[in-house]
T-cell receptor, first 114, second 113 residues
């Protein structure tokens, strides 16, 4: 079965430190992969997406993610955390053979300490 | 910029009421979705529509129905509201295609008393 797992429901980093949010997927067919961010009392916004063009994907606000097929992973990173990065982050996957459905991970809440 | 507008940010209703949640998108997207979001459970798909008057059940359709009479509007209906339907409801739209990102509204926080 196809699924998405985000490791860690909560991650805390200091301002200026590296941000690493983990996402693994399970699939027997090539996936499309997405990261979304949700700020308090808002809907989700697209951070970046992987659609097979390049394995390292750059997104908005200095975030990037690398698709590693051998590890079935799509981890999100940012070299230096900012207070404004505090939010909930969702990894999501869809498949060209999967119809219309997108599968979302349970989310990781990022806390940034001053 | 794509705009997905949900009619209410906050809504309080009573058990047994029929509740309508409205969603409008302005980018001529073919696909539209309704999710509910609960702490620790992420987003769960209630219904989606791949075109006008077309709909498919998602993972948790029980107690809900939908309507899509026009391309830009997708309505979620709680036939007889119950307290376990208290949640955040998110509407999204996207262009046809699994590789297309979804665009979300700001959500409706619904409380059923």
């Amino acid at each position: 079965a196809q699924s998405v797992t985000q490791l860690g429901s909560h991650v805390s980093v200091s301002e200026g430190a590296l941000v690493l949010l983990r996402c693994n997927y399970s699939s027997s067919v090539p996936p499309y992969l997405f990261w979304y961010v949700q700020y308090p009392n808002q809907g989700l916004q697209l951070l970046l997406k992987y659609t097979s063009a390049a394995t390292l994907v750059k997104g908005i606000n200095g975030f990037e993610a690398e698709f590693k097929k051998s590890e079935t992973s799509f981890h999100l990173t940012k070299p230096s955390a900012h207070m404004s990065d505090a939010a909930e982050y969702f990894c999501a996957v869809s498949f060209h053979t999967g119809g219309f459905k997108t599968i979302f991970g349970a989310g990781t809440r990022l806390f940034v300490k001053a | 910029d794509v705009k997905v507008t949900q009619s209410s940010r906050y809504l309080v209703k009573r058990t047994g009421e029929k509740v309508f949640l409205e969603c409008v998108q302005d980018m001529d997207h073919e696909n539209m979705f309704w999710y509910r979001q609960d702490p620790g459970l992420g987003l769960r798909l209630i219904y989606f529509s791949y075109d006008v008057k077309m709909k498919e059940k998602g993972d948790i359709p029980e107690g809900y129905s939908v309507s899509r009479e026009k391309k830009e509007r997708f309505s979620l209906i709680l036939e007889s509201a119950s307290t376990n339907q208290t949640s955040m409801y998110l509407c999204a739209s996207r262009r046809q295609g699994a590789g297309q990102p979804q665009h979300f509204g700001d959500g409706t926080r619904l409380s059923i008393l």
